[in-house]
């Protein structure tokens, strides 16, 4: 019996002795790739992105205009949502079996009132206080993206932000504490996975929702400089990969291309020859990345010869800087190593994705976004291999302060909404160009757009805005382009004057119109002004007077005069969508008007802004500006801390621009009865008298018979002690003189003399 029971145990020995060598087989020779795999993978450093805060954005004195602010949001896990009415697999099914976007859309209008209708999702949104359908937007974006695999079911996908914080706060306190008085009666949180919300429970436990803390983009002031500040938004799957073959964002790179393809196709060969000269190398070897670079090292005679050569659109393209370029660890984290594995997760791999769309959060989106870090996690790692990664920290984004004066954008502003029509106003430092105001209206409130643009009420208001027949979007200060009527005529007068062509105080008949090639041109109220010299012709804004005066410049010695001060042209502005309006000389009619000849009648509307010429406000500024400081071009700036530059050389002489600066402050101040300046009534007639002494010019622009002209008004103050010089524009407003400059009267008023 004894000796049974030994061999019995023997055997049981062997036996699990066998079990072990066996086991130990399969792990050492089959199972070993795994489990090295494994292994590595636990040695691996773990990498994760850390985004940088963005910089604000402040007016000259230090008032915050725009900055990051935290926001309270709500995510969900999808592993651990009690949904009875939807799936994920119902979610893919609808991806994957629609066949059109419409269909798509459909399928998820239906996956989305089924969202609303889950108890879950109407308790939380009257604990909130937002509708269960806005809710269920959300949670289907979600759930979507863990659907396509792009967030695990266990990670917390954002869904719904902006929550208010004292709402937010008692519902992560409800949570905290549902949580752990579940933990302890020894209830699994997962428990309440299988029972849905109790819509009569006073502090409901939310099964699988987070609250979290990111941050959004503010604008404390609402509409209050929307167009300078611009929009921000989110990086598109396609700059996105743009970033990733190139490292840098470009605007609109596609659309450059094809610009650069076709002026390359149109150009002569002695063109291409000059080019090549100017550029250094076979203009058709450049890429539009590599033209921009060579342009930038151009000093001011290339750039005229490249602006000559037909490059002017390159130019400006050059001097705006990229939106994105990449730093250290924004390029390991999208490089070759970890780009598939990151396109598997998240189509959005920078760990902050927002972007400007417009104004200087576009422009200057570079300077404000700073450059996101890497962190490493080296668990298990040996020492030699923890000193081959490093930490990168963030690099946090800088503050941009702008040239804006709040407080004459302020004035500005409540000028223009004081009527009813569109317009805009801008005011430039006379001697810097630095832009002290810069208005448009009607305006917009830039906080609509701050990502994420969740919820029904948003993106209602976004199509309402993109649906306005006023198109408050449109920034007229500097994009829109209209006639400049009147205003062109100091100008015609500082052209003549400094090409010698013109005695100011020679006088000359005006009998109310002049005819030429069969046509009838008329004066200002088609009434006679008799004999008037230029004093006389720009306080009464004489029409006769300047249609033999810029038939005598003629309209291409008058084009460089043009082109120098800021007309024809961007002015440069650090502003995206700037409009150069138009100047035709031969250039322009090359382009423009190809085969048709040009006459002294078209000299003659070129002389009193009309015909061809097209203007923005800005640049009428600019003319101001250079005609008060004594002749000296202003570049306008809104980035106030930019590297200074050296002053332009003058285009007119001390003289001209004082004898131009006469007649505008007789424009003004004139009143003799018969003889009155346009402007005269607005400054003197039924108002207080500003304590500051003004010059300018009144234009009105005629558009079709069936609408009415626009209303200008572009002049500086005080006349006789340069500090500021503006333009006010009213699109359709009737009369420069009757419209525009009481509006100006009224930002002068705030400013100088303490309101109205």
């Not at 919300?197 to 803390?213: D, N």
Request: charged share 20%; aromatic share 6%.
């Amino acid at each position: 019996m004894f000796r049974f029971r030994v061999h019995v145990l023997s055997a049981l020995l062997i036996a699990a002795f066998g079990l072990v060598l066996g086991r130990l087989a399969q792990l050492q020779l089959v199972r070993h790739e795994v489990y090295l795999a494994a292994r590595a993978h636990q040695t691996r450093p773990q990498v994760e992105a850390r985004a940088p805060k963005r910089g604000s954005i402040l007016d000259r004195d230090g008032q915050v205009l725009a900055a990051d602010v935290p926001s309270f949001d709500l995510a969900v896990r999808a592993d651990k949502l009690p949904f009875e009415r939807v799936t994920l697999n119902e979610i893919r099914d609808a991806r994957r079996q629609a066949r059109n976007p419409d269909e798509l859309a459909r399928a998820f209008s239906a996956l989305e009132a089924r969202l609303a209708g889950e108890a879950w999702t109407r308790s939380l949104a009257a604990r909130i206080g937002r509708a269960p359908e806005e809710l269920a937007q959300g949670l289907l974006r979600a759930l979507d993206r863990v659907a396509r695999g792009w967030e695990r079911a266990t990670t917390p996908v954002p869904f719904a932000s902006g929550i208010d914080a004292a709402v937010w706060n008692a519902l992560r306190a409800a949570q905290e504490d549902a949580f752990f008085a579940q933990a302890a009666q020894g209830v699994p949180a997962a428990a309440s996975v299988a029972a849905p919300v109790r819509e009569e429970t006073a502090s409901p436990y939310f099964a699988g929702l987070s609250c979290l803390t990111s941050v959004r983009r503010a604008y404390p002031h609402g509409t209050f400089l929307a167009h300078v500040l611009g929009t921000l938004g989110e990086l598109h799957p396609d700059q996105l990969e743009q970033l990733r073959a190139r490292g840098v964002l470009l605007d609109r790179l596609e659309d450059r291309e094809r610009i650069w393809s076709e002026t390359l196709g149109a150009w002569p060969a002695e063109h291409r020859r000059q080019a090549a000269g100017l550029l250094g190398t076979d203009p058709a070897t450049l890429s539009v990345p590599a033209l921009l670079a060579v342009l930038r090292g151009l000093d001011d005679p290339g750039r005229r010869a490249a602006r000559a050569l037909g490059l002017g659109d390159a130019l400006r393209w050059s001097d705006a800087p990229p939106r994105v370029a990449l730093g250290e660890a924004e390029r390991f984290w999208l490089g070759e190593e970890l780009t598939q594995s990151l396109r598997r997760t998240a189509p959005a791999a920078l760990p902050d994705t927002r972007i400007g769309e417009s104004g200087v959060e576009a422009w200057h989106n570079q300077l404000l976004r700073g450059e996101s870090g890497l962190s490493f996690r080296l668990d298990g790692l040996e020492e030699s291999q923890r000193a081959l990664h490093r930490d990168i920290a963030p690099r946090q984004g800088s503050n941009l302060r702008l040239t804006i004066s709040s407080a004459w954008q302020r004035a500005a502003e409540e000028a223009l909404a004081s009527q009813s029509h569109p317009g805009a106003v801008v005011v430039l430092d006379c001697r810097s160009g630095e832009v002290l105001a810069l208005a448009s209206g009607p305006s917009f409130d830039p906080n609509l757009f701050a990502p994420p643009r969740e919820g029904a009420p948003r993106q209602a208001a976004l199509k309402a805005l993109l649906e306005d027949a006023r198109l408050p979007l449109l920034n007229r200060a500097s994009a829109g382009q209209y006639p400049l009527g009147s205003v062109m005529k100091a100008l015609v007068a500082a052209a003549a004057l400094e090409l010698g062509q013109l005695d100011p105080h020679a006088g000359l008949s005006c009998p109310g119109h002049v005819d030429e090639g069969g046509r009838r041109f008329h004066c200002d109220g088609r009434r006679p002004h008799g004999l008037v010299d230029l004093d006389q012709a720009l306080r009464r804004s004489c029409n006769v007077y300047f249609y033999r005066l810029g038939a005598q410049v003629g309209a291409e010695a008058l084009g460089r005069f043009a082109y120098a001060v800021g007309l024809g042209r961007r002015t440069e502005l650090d502003l995206p969508g700037e409009a150069g309006g138009a100047y035709p000389d031969a250039a322009w009619r090359a382009r423009h008007l190809p085969g048709q000849s040009w006459s002294r009648g078209k000299d003659f509307l070129t002389a009193i802004g009309q015909g061809y010429v097209s203007a923005t406000p800005l640049q009428a500024a600019a003319l101001m500006a250079c005609l008060a400081n004594g002749g000296r071009p202003v570049t306008p700036r809104l980035w106030a801390d930019a590297p200074a530059e050296a002053p332009a050389a003058p285009v007119f002489s001390a003289r001209t621009a004082a004898l131009v600066r006469q007649g505008l402050d007789e424009a003004v101040n004139v009143g003799t009865p018969g003889a009155m300046g346009t402007a005269y009534k607005a400054f003197h007639q039924g108002v207080a008298p500003l304590p500051v002494r003004v010059a300018g010019k009144t234009g009105t622009a005629d558009v079709t018979d069936e609408q009415p002209p626009h209303a200008w008004f572009a002049g500086y103050a005080p006349a006789h002690a340069l500090q500021v010089a503006f333009c006010v524009f009213v699109e359709h407003g009737g009369h420069g003189g009757e419209v525009a400059a009481p509006l100006a009267y009224r930002m002068l008023r705030t400013v100088y003399g303490g309101g109205r």
